[in-house]
């Protein structure tokens, strides 16, 4: 593999160390466990968020990782979700499963009618007109007061109940009921998006990253394929929308806003963007260091700021990403020829 | 091999950094911790100092004077970054992880209307600092309690000092979210009411954190008024008032800023103050000239070198009105507090203030100024000050707090 050999990062580690099966059989039973090792109606809310934010760290390295698309607009599908799940479950009809299909549907279309324009953009391009169109959807949700409250937001935004009705149904009221949920909803998702990014169509992604010009000559549509990653990662981003929507409570427009998107932007920076679950590892750092920073004074973001200048200059793979390199290096043989570099 | 070991040495480092920083603190046995949110940054970072400096005295002065029933009183101040979502974040951390005794702001109107929702399902007594009017009523509860004045109060004394004085045509100018609509409602429909024949041709609605007005003042200008009304709040407001200096909107009409008469922006805008136009203030640290308001006031400059501003005041007011309901409930328990609370009267530095049972609102007298030069300060302060009772500036009764009892 030629092609692959001037590659810094394959992403073939993710067959390695953390994201091996027995490291994803232990993070699942962490994350199962960790409403009683934190024993707290706090950690267990934080950890809530930590899935959110994963799932919407990971569906953006679809395209920054994946595609190497870097979009500055996806906190976009974060609003877009949460809107349309509010809007349907306030307005409409109080459904859970309901409002997360309209969550991810809407974002579908969203990132479908964006992606027409968007994917024929490269570089600098294409990151300047998915913040343009995210700016405007933010602009649209502040002035259109009437639907989307304005700068209020949108309160009173319900759990509603999960179940087969007449049998049985379950309340997610409870810190704990609710985190499962989550839990449930975002390793599903998970699991389909590892599905999506290892299938002969993860590859291509991949290869389009590397080299979009060979991809094209070897006669595949480049801009089609660029266009599916981009809704993936959209409905991926709508459904982390609709979670979030339901968790808060409460939305407002901020989550639209451009410094939305840095921060995801930066979780799968931190993570590390050419591992799959690094983003994810990302999101729970980000929100972790905030939490911690937060008791002690109000500058949380120079602290995050801080270790990403540290990253970036000693582990520009991420954390996660420095770790899986770290255990495929050490491992005799390695894989992919992995050892032969650096 | 180097290269490796250096790189490890930073993961190392960094790894034990965010474990020192998560190591916990632990409190003494025998406290009531009272959680605030304070706009420490942001837009409204401008009083966002003030409000914990007024938060730390109040705690000090009840801690100095042996505590409530035997119990210390702990501020846990943090910052709401004059932002719903992480205002909702920190209020839960406060109470879920923190187990605050109550908990007090924000001040942006958005967010207090957030957070009381929380606070509410989390049960736990809140002292929002917004003055929109809605938190008494549409989304009041049992735990939901305001000592400062209400948008309510303050701006419909403005409408009485604007009646009073026969300006006939308006325009007016407020952000456009809960606590700006609220303030230009209030003051709006209290003229209306008193003046059927006020007219007001335009109504400017710039986002929260604008930074240039001039298209919202050529407007205005255009539709030449005899008076403005100006509902923009911290920041945003200093802002207005240099942009319509500079368009001689000082010398063409009246002025009316409802928040205009705070200390802090005040001294911000030093000479380029609006003289001899109208403001208000929550609280004047120049008026009432009360022994309760020179204790104050001499106290704040000797423990923070400055004045206190109306935020400073209104926390400070606050804290020991919930220490007074403690005293009143006879036990340190939350929901017996909230019992007590109705009815509880302190002697603040801006005057008495009475907990209404019916609204769960601060009553209290609403002060409006005119904006001068004084000789005794070397910034500009209010004079000629105008004090509207609660009674002219509020709802009566029966109309207000029908969600309270929730």
């Known amino acids: 593999m030629e092609g692959s050999s001037s590659n810094k990062f394959s992403l073939r580690r993710l067959t390695g160390s953390v994201t091996s099966r027995f490291g994803v059989t232990a993070l699942l039973a962490l994350a199962v466990l960790a409403p009683f090792l934190v024993q707290n109606d706090y950690y267990i809310q934080l950890c809530t968020e930590i899935l959110i934010a994963s799932l919407l760290a990971i569906s953006l390295n679809f395209l920054i990782g994946y595609t190497g698309l870097v979009s500055l607009g996806h906190a976009v599908y974060l609003g877009v979700g949460a809107y349309a799940f509010a809007l349907l479950t306030k307005n409409v009809y109080p459904s859970m499963w309901a409002g997360l299909i309209a969550a991810g549907a809407s974002c579908a279309i969203l990132a479908w009618f964006m992606g027409v324009f968007c994917v024929r953009l490269a570089g600098l391009y294409f990151a300047m007109l998915t913040l343009a169109f995210s700016q405007v959807v933010y602009t649209v949700a502040y002035y259109w007061r009437d639907v989307t409250g304005g700068d209020d937001g949108m309160l009173g935004i319900p759990k509603p109940e999960i179940g087969i009705p007449g049998a049985f149904s379950i309340s997610l009221e409870s810190f704990t009921n609710f985190y499962y949920f989550v839990l449930f909803i975002v390793a599903a998702l998970i699991f389909l998006a590892w599905k999506i990014a290892n299938s002969p169509f993860g590859r291509v992604l991949q290869a389009i990253r590397e080299n979009p010009e060979r991809v094209e000559f070897i006669g595949l549509p480049v801009h089609r394929y660029k266009l599916y990653a981009f809704i993936i990662a959209g409905t991926l981003g709508g459904f982390a929308g609709g979670l979030y929507s339901t968790f808060q409570g409460y939305i407002s427009p901020d989550l639209l806003y451009w410094t939305q998107s840095g921060e995801i932007v930066l979780m799968t920076i931190l993570g590390g963007m050419y591992s799959f679950l690094g983003p994810a590892f990302g999101a729970g750092m980000l929100l972790f260091i905030r939490d911690t920073v937060l008791n002690f004074m109000e500058y949380w973001r120079i602290v995050v700021g801080g270790i990403l200048v540290l990253l970036v200059l000693f582990l520009p793979g991420g954390i996660l990403g420095f770790f899986e390199g770290w255990a495929s290096r050490s491992s005799i043989g390695g894989n992919d020829g992995d050892d032969a570099r650096s | 091999m180097s290269a490796f070991r250096k790189k490890a040495f930073f993961a190392g480092a960094i790894i034990l950094a965010i474990g020192l920083l998560s190591v916990s603190t632990s409190f003494a046995a025998k406290t009531i911790k009272i959680g605030v949110l304070s706009p420490l940054t942001g837009l409204y970072s401008i009083v966002g100092k003030r409000t914990s400096q007024g938060i730390n005295m109040a705690v000090k002065e009840i801690n100095d004077s042996g505590g409530v029933l035997g119990h210390k009183f702990e501020a846990l101040i943090r910052d709401s970054e004059t932002n719903p979502a992480s205002s909702v974040r920190t209020a839960r951390r406060l109470i ?259 907990m209404r049972p019916s609204d769960h609102q601060g009553w209290q007298s609403s002060f409006w100024g005119v904006i001068s030069k004084s000789k005794k300060y070397p910034f500009p302060v209010l004079s000629n000050i105008q004090v509207i009772s609660p009674v002219e500036g509020s709802h009566p009764d029966e109309n207000t707090g029908q969600g309270c009892r929730k």
């Open chain 2, 96 to 354: 879920l992880r923190d187990k605050v005794f109550a908990l007090l702001g924000p001040l942006h109107g958005g967010a207090a209307i957030a957070v009381l929702q929380e606070s509410k399902k989390l049960k736990t007594m809140n002292f929002p600092w917004a003055a929109t009017e809605e938190i008494n009523t549409k989304f009041c509860s049992r735990y939901t309690w305001r000592v400062g004045s209400s948008a309510q109060q303050t701006s419909r004394a403005g409408a009485v000092i604007a009646h009073r004085l026969g300006l006939k045509k308006w325009a007016t100018i407020s952000s456009d979210f809960s606590y700006g609509r609220s303030v230009v409602r209030q003051f709006w429909n209290y003229l209306k009411e008193r003046d059927p024949g006020a007219q007001r041709p335009y109504a400017a609605w710039p986002k929260l954190g604008e930074n240039d007005y001039s298209a919202y003042i050529n407007k205005m200008q255009k539709a030449k008024p005899d008076a403005i009304y100006v509902g923009l709040f911290g920041a945003d407001l200093i802002k207005f008032m240099k942009q319509a200096r500079s368009f001689g909107m000082y010398e063409k009409v009246k002025i009316f800023t409802d928040f205009g008469g705070n200390h802090v922006v005040l001294k911000a805008l030093g000479d380029q103050a609006p003289f001899g136009h109208w403001a208000s203030s929550r609280y004047l640290h120049n008026y009432p000239v009360s022994a309760a308001n020179k204790r104050f006031v001499d106290n704040f400059r000797k423990a923070y070198n400055v004045y206190p501003d109306m935020t400073a005041g209104e926390a400070y007011s606050t804290v020991h009105v919930i220490a007074e309901s403690i005293r009143r409930a006879g036990v340190v328990d939350k929901e017996k507090a909230i019992d007590a609370m109705g009815g509880v009267a302190f002697n603040s530095p801006e005057g008495w203030i009475i």
